[in-house]
């Protein structure tokens, strides 16, 4: 199983451009990588999700190098709303359309987002 | 409206009693999971099931139980033989790469 390296925290301000990495050494071949965010008392909702390169969405990018042992959640332009616990995972197999069987969420990185 | 549906949000029990939080979902998921949440810390799986009928073990089932009777409902129980039962438990359905969350029950033991 692919487990994850993130920061344990992350300060900025309003309006900046966040980078959150994350390593995953042991991603599989088959392996997507996703990210979710969580605030207190809530269930993660997912964010963003790749296989390699960048993918870009209305709320985050992703940006995935060649070797895929890394890859970086971009949020533009935050604001005290995005203060939250991210995640950074990397599935257990099981591919597009199939079942991931053991998602591993680590402690995630907490962003604080200040005026 | 629908998802995946917790409930109730909040649970007090004794210790020593057993307990069943439900978990219910509308999105024709196959697999479902639930995950324990402590504070601070991030997720932690209990139990998954990728088939009606069918259920697996996950990091820390000890003190745990489920059932998969239905492909909608995915009850998790709280025997008295967990330890620290006091936590966030949350429920999730799984489709095309992207897990989906309920809202979360917390448990409390007194």
């Known amino acids: 199983l692919a487990k994850t390296t993130q920061p344990i925290s992350m300060d900025s301000y309003e309006g900046q451009e966040v980078n959150i990495t994350c390593s995953h050494n042991n991603i599989a071949t088959n392996d997507y990588i996703t990210w979710y965010q969580q605030f207190p008392s809530q269930g993660p909702r997912f964010i963003i999700q790749?296989?390699?390169t960048k993918v870009t969405n209305e709320v985050a990018s992703l940006f995935i190098p060649a070797d895929r042992k890394s890859s970086t959640l971009s949020l533009p332009r935050v604001s005290l709303s995005d203060t939250a616990v991210y995640y950074c995972?990397?599935?257990?197999?099981?591919?597009?359309?199939?079942?991931?069987?053991?998602?591993?969420f680590g402690k995630g990185t907490k962003l604080s987002v200040k005026p | 409206d629908g998802g995946i549906t917790q409930s109730p949000k909040y649970l007090f029990r004794k210790e020593g009693q057993n307990v069943t939080l439900s978990c219910e979902q509308n999105l024709n998921h196959d697999a479902m999971y639930w995950y324990r949440q402590d504070p601070g810390q991030g997720l932690r799986l209990i139990y998954y099931?990728?088939?009606?009928?069918?259920?697996q073990k996950g990091d820390i089932a000890e003190g745990y139980s489920v059932s998969r009777e239905k492909k909608e409902s995915f009850p998790l129980t709280v025997t008295s033989a967990q330890k620290n039962p006091t936590a966030f438990y949350l429920c999730a359905g799984f489709s095309y790469n992207e897990q989906f969350f309920g809202p979360g029950t917390r448990l409390t033991v007194l």
């Open positions: 790749g296989y390699k």
């Open positions: 099931s990728q088939i009606v009928n069918d259920f």
């Open positions: 995972l990397v599935g257990d197999g099981g591919g597009y359309g199939g079942s991931q069987g053991n998602l591993i």
